[in-house]
Nanobody, 115 residues
Framework: QVQLVESGGGLVQAGGSLRLSCAAS????????MSWYRQISGDAREWISSIERSGRTYISDAVKGRFTPSRDTPQNVMYLQMNNLKPSDTAVYYC?????????WGQGTQVTVSS
């Protein structure tokens, strides 16, 4: 069973930075794509970014220029560097991995940005 564990969330002031981590229980190169999503209470999950097996990255226009996805393949970890955080970025952040049609989700990590 694949496990994804997010960490790095917390409370930060507006304008600050956080780096989220998503540790996988297997090689990140086994997945077709790994992604970050976020969910504000009561809303649908919002896609933030993706990294394909090839290393190609995609980023949502909502966070482009502020958030940067990356990965450490030897450590089997995906990251999300978040800079210039805004109160509207407050949400639970989730990582997702897809492997040939099967999706795996982490448990989420809370990010709270105070004004």
């Amino acid at each position: 069973q694949v496990q994804l564990v997010e960490s790095g969330g917390g409370l930060v002031q507006a304008g600050g930075s956080l780096r989220l981590s998503c540790a996988a229980s297997k090689s990140v190169l086994d997945f077709n794509v790994m992604s970050w999503y976020r969910q504000i209470s009561g809303d649908a999950r919002e896609w933030i970014s993706s990294i394909e097996r090839s290393g190609r990255t995609y980023i949502s226009d909502a966070v482009k220029g502020r958030f940067t996805p990356s990965r450490d393949t030897p450590q089997n970890v995906m990251y999300l560097q978040m800079n210039n955080l805004k109160p509207s970025d407050t949400a639970v952040y989730y990582c997702k991995a897809e492997e040939y049609g099967t999706e795996f989700w982490g448990q989420g990590t809370q990010v709270t940005v105070s004004s």
